[in-house]
């Protein structure tokens, strides 16, 4: 895929532009609205001038090779230094061409973290709580912040379901590939005789909408309250603090139990919006999909994505084929959590490339 140089050009016009407009100090709205754009574009600038430096470099050093012809070892060290710089240039155009890649819009935004038990019973529960704090300590090491909204728990100590707000700088990017089966194999503390189980949980990764993204009418919500109730008997609250929602036009419900009435209905709201809006995307994006041949995957949910295997210590991310032999760090949120993100981020970039450049 060749980089249509009219159009980089345009984006160099419009970084001098944004940059003279914020240096006129304009008003606070148009200040946060140039700022914006200037922090999209400035990168990609960066990167079309690093470009056109090498390419300059490069036409330098033919025509001193040109020019050399009668100088043998003159011309050797250009034609070294040249075989460098071509090297240089298919890593910046490469460079270029992600950052001109379109952008997921929800990138930045914070997420609500949805993971539930699947099959496997109470094993099922366990894994979901170990998947829960994997992510709850990998958000730690990015300095986000995690509320929880609601959690189901078995008497063990695992999750049936688990539901949380992950907020910080660009939670979606980081975590968007993580929706789907995660499926794990080990022996579980409950098991006598020492037998490997396979169990599974699901994960779904909310982008949380702003308020322009939609608009919920009152009409369209049934809102009730309820007494909350924890598990065994214990823990219930005698009050009506717990919150359902019903939106009616799609039959999505959302309950949060977990604080104040006021702040439950806070929680659920802020719960349905993201399901809303997810779904909302889902339906652009089947559309998309149906109009454009060569995308990769379906991005449905049901599909397995990893096994996490304890017996070899081993996590298998099935959409890219990548086995690290490095679980106990993963399960800590660690480095190799971001080893499989960064891995799967290349992945989609490398289909998105050969979408643009009509590929299968």
Not at 169 to 178: D, I, T
Not at 208 to 214: H, K, M, R, S
């Amino acid at each position: 895929m060749s980089i249509p140089q009219q159009k980089l050009d345009r984006l160099v016009e419009r970084w001098h532009v944004v940059q003279a407009e914020l240096n006129a100090g304009p008003s606070a709205a148009d200040f946060a609205r140039l700022s914006k754009e200037f922090a999209e574009i400035d990168p990609v600038v960066s990167a079309i001038e690093a470009l056109r430096r090498a390419e300059e470099e490069r036409d330098e050093l033919a025509a001193m090779i040109k020019a050399s012809s009668s100088d043998r070892e003159m011309a050797a060290l250009a034609e070294e230094e040249l075989r460098a710089v071509n090297g240089r240039l298919e890593t910046l155009e490469h460079e270029l061409k992600i950052q001109l890649l379109p952008k997921d819009t929800a990138d930045e935004r914070n997420v609500i973290l949805e993971v539930r038990a699947g099959t496997g019973g109470d094993e099922a529960a366990l894994f979901a709580a170990d998947l829960f704090r994997m992510y709850s300590r990998y958000a730690d090491l990015h300095r986000w912040k995690v509320e929880i909204i609601s959690m189901s728990e078995n008497d063990l100590g695992g999750y049936k379901e688990i539901i949380a707000s992950i907020t910080g700088k660009g939670v979606f990017a980081r975590l968007k590939f993580e929706s789907g089966v995660h499926r794990v194999q080990r022996v579980p503390a409950t098991e006598a005789s020492g037998r490997i189980h396979t169990s599974a949980a699901t994960v779904a990764v909310l982008p949380e909408p702003e308020e322009v993204d939609l608009d919920i009418k009152p009409e369209e919500l049934r809102i009730d309250t309820m007494r909350a109730g924890g598990a065994g008997g214990q823990h219930v609250n005698k009050t009506e603090s717990a919150v359902r929602i019903l939106h009616i036009p799609t039959g999505i419900i959302v309950v949060s139990a977990e604080k104040s009435q006021h702040q439950n209905r806070r929680l659920a709201m802020q719960v349905l919006r993201s399901r809303l809006y997810e779904l909302q995307r889902q339906q652009s994006d089947e559309a998309r999909a149906a109009e454009r041949r060569g995308q990769v995957g379906s991005g449905d949910r049901s599909q397995r994505i990893r096994t996490y295997n304890f017996p070899q210590g081993r996590v298998t991310d099935h959409r890219i084929n990548l086995t690290l032999h490095k679980l106990d760090e993963l399960l800590e949120g660690g480095p190799a959590l971001d080893e499989l993100i960064d891995a799967l981020t290349a992945d989609h970039q490398a289909n998105q490339l050969a979408a643009m450049a009509g590929g299968p």
